[in-house]
């Protein structure tokens, strides 16, 4: 089993940047992706990345946030443009891809389909 380790995170005042790592020991899936989790609030997916490199991102980060994967063995997500509701716990995760017929895909909503995660980094955003 893959082991994840991130790294990266911190804080920081609104409207500044964080670029979160992600170190992958192992075989990573197809799908890779960040999620977050705020105290009192279900994780939810910040974005998710293909091996081929297609990404997908939640409303509240697009524009602001930037997923990248790094041969497949190092995951990242630039984070500009902070702001206080972005504060969280950040994991990052691996899993296998979501097919609708021959098309593969990463879903954020699928959270429960990613089979190994980090111990996640803390991001605090202050206003």
């Known amino acids: 089993q893959v082991h994840l380790v991130e790294s990266g995170g911190g804080s920081v005042q609104s409207g500044g940047s964080l670029r979160l790592s992600c170190a992958a020991s192992g075989h990573t899936d197809y799908c890779m992706g960040w999620f977050r989790q705020a105290p009192g609030k279900e994780r939810e997916g910040v974005a998710t990345?293909?091996?081929?490199?297609?990404t997908n991102y939640a409303d509240s980060v697009k524009g602001r946030f930037t997923i990248s994967r790094d041969n497949a063995q190092t995951l990242y997500l630039q984070m500009n443009s902070l702001k206080p509701e972005d504060t969280a716990m950040y994991y990052c995760a691996t899993g296998p891809a979501y097919y609708i017929g021959a098309d593969a895909y990463c879903p954020r909503y699928r959270k429960f389909d990613y089979n190994s995660w980090g111990q996640g980094t803390q991001v605090t955003v202050s206003s």
């Open positions: 990345i293909t091996r081929t490199g297609k």
